[in-house]
């Protein structure tokens, strides 16, 4: 596998999703209890919404050769950020805002529900010309 610049981006995107999840993780959910001393909208802005944006860009980038490893970095940013939204979702309850932590959790589902389907097209396409 060679290393390209769509590589380097989606690992980006990976390294901004574990972070911001290990900020989560490490804070209990609440605004600057984790390591970054940042409150929830700002740390979703830098660190949730960039890898949405990178995912997508490295996915238009990638055209030749097959992209197989790319592929299977796409997949695993879209489950990072499924298993967000699914957190979100389940905190949603918990909070005085639960309808809008529900609606923003269920569009992250989805979202990553579109960034992994992005990764099985890269995939799939680098099976097809392989063969």
Known sequence: MSISIPHVISGISIILLVIYGAD??????GA???FLPLDA???GIAFGFPPIILSVIAFLMAKR???KGLGMML???GILIIIGGVMSVTT???TENSKRMMGEGGSLIVIGAII????????RKSK???S
Request: no cysteine; glycine share 18%.
């Open 24 to 29: 989560v993780i490490v804070g209990g959910g």
């Open 32 to 34: 600057g209890d984790g």
């Open 41 to 43: 909208m700002t740390r």
């Open 65 to 67: 050769p097959p992209y």
């Open 75 to 77: 997949v695993v940013t």
């Open 92 to 94: 949603a309850t918990e």
């Open 116 to 123: 992994a389907a992005l990764g099985v097209i890269k995939i």
């Open 128 to 130: 097809i010309s392989v």
